[in-house]
């Protein structure tokens, strides 16, 4: 399929992908269009969220039978939900009579019911009720089931992929579950998810989260305090970046309530019980594992310039267990909150910036080194497309 750019050339886009290098010091950043174009978004959808495996998110959010959330991932909206043996399961959103999408949002459902004419299919997409069928020639339900999508739950996460061949998941990850080991992912308890809209695109809501350099700018009085300078960006083997940082306290507490910080998590060893991982899974999962809590972001594109975003926030079971952890869960919210409503104003404006067909490729600070990983990785999905186009 041919790419049609509005706002460059595709012996541009192709130029300036090229420039983007594995060392961050020496590359140049994505290409302004990137987060601005909609022809290439379609692109984007296929290089970048079509080839490997892509985040669901905690398998907490699926704790019971018939736990759902509907999700539009990279143009395809699907459906994850919990069967009545436990296992999460992903289904195409789209339903075998006429194709409508079957659900929306999120929460508990005991079938799944298309609203138009009343499919009906259970938990495991098999279906069930078809009303007024039975003048259909040779109709087996059993070749209706829904389109099915293959899950891997892996250190407390689910990733799904629409590949035709899925890559192999354990070289896909690399060495993350080693990396991670210490904050015990699959011990994290989802205590809060909020979903909202941003006038961004879906990537510069993920650089943000994963940048020390725009702390002192955009978050001089709230959180910048808690930051010194942070490890060198980690060298990994997967499809991911991540960065350790000590910090001057705990990060997810604002200044006035750190004497409310719930106990350190129960791997955590030496210089890790006081600081945060950033952590950032391509190609749209980030999360901060901190000391004591772990608060994440998905970010999905509806267009170019506008993206859905998934906040959760958790922590160790432990944590959750203790008796007065409603009320200091409360001031660990409070921080997140005011970080990112302090971000979201220049996110915004980033864009108005990116929308321009003047815009050009920058470059990476010292600060930025996440920024530039996932730059490459992106890069090269997108060159590989295009070479195979
Ligand atoms: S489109 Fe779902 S029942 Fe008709
Ligand atoms: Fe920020």
Not at 46 to 71: E, I, K
Not at 187 to 198: A, I, N, P
Not at 212 to 217: A, F, G, I, N
């Amino acid at each position: 399929m041919q790419v049609e750019p509005d706002l460059i050339s595709r012996e541009s886009l192709q130029l300036q992908l090229e420039q983007v290098e594995s060392d961050f010091n020496r590359s140049a950043g994505i290409p302004p269009a990137c987060y601005a174009d909609a022809g290439l978004l379609a692109l984007e959808r296929r290089a970048v969220f079509q080839q490997g495996w892509v985040a669901l998110g905690f398998t907490d959010r699926w704790r019971n039978a018939g736990d759902y959330a509907a999700m539009d991932i990279g143009g395809v909206p699907l459906i994850a939900v919990c069967n009545r043996q436990g296992q999460l399961k992903a289904f195409a959103n789209s339903c075998r009579h006429r194709g409508s999408a079957l659900l929306g949002g999120s929460g508990n459902c005991s079938k799944i019911k298309c609203p138009f004419h009343w499919w009906t299919y259970d938990l495991d997409g098999r279906l069930k009720v078809y009303p007024r069928m039975e003048n259909a020639l040779d109709f087996d339900p059993a070749d209706y089931g829904l389109v099915e999508f293959p899950v891997v739950c892996s250190h407390g996460l689910a990733f799904t992929s629409f590949a035709q061949t899925p890559p192999d998941f354990g070289r896909w990850l690399g060495d993350f579950g080693e990396r991670h080991a210490q904050w015990r992912l699959e011990d994290m308890v989802v205590t809060r998810l909020r979903e909202f809209e941003v006038a961004c695109n879906w990537k510069t809501f993920i650089e943000v989260f994963n940048e020390y350099y725009h702390l002192p700018s955009v978050h001089p009085d709230s959180i910048n305090w808690l930051y010194p300078e942070p490890d060198p960006v980690d060298e990994v083997r997967g499809a991911y970046t991540t960065q350790f940082g000590a910090t001057d306290g705990a990060a997810a507490l604002l200044f006035e309530h750190q004497d409310q910080a719930l106990p350190v998590a129960a791997g955590l060893r030496d210089r890790f019980r006081q600081g945060t991982r950033y952590t950032w899974i391509y190609p749209n999962l980030t999360f901060a594992a901190s000391q004591d809590s772990l608060w994440m972001y998905q970010a999905f594109p509806l267009a170019a310039d506008r993206c859905h975003v998934v906040q959760t926030i958790a922590f160790p079971s432990a944590s959750v267990a203790l008796q007065d952890f409603g009320q200091r869960a409360l001031h660990y919210y409070d921080r997140i909150d005011a970080a990112l409503a302090e971000d979201l104003p220049f996110l915004e404006q980033q864009q108005r910036g990116l929308n321009s067909r003047f815009a050009r490729p920058g470059r990476f600070g010292a600060l930025e080194p996440s920024v530039g990983k996932f730059a490459y990785w992106y890069a090269r999905q997108l060159l590989a497309d295009l070479d195979a186009s």
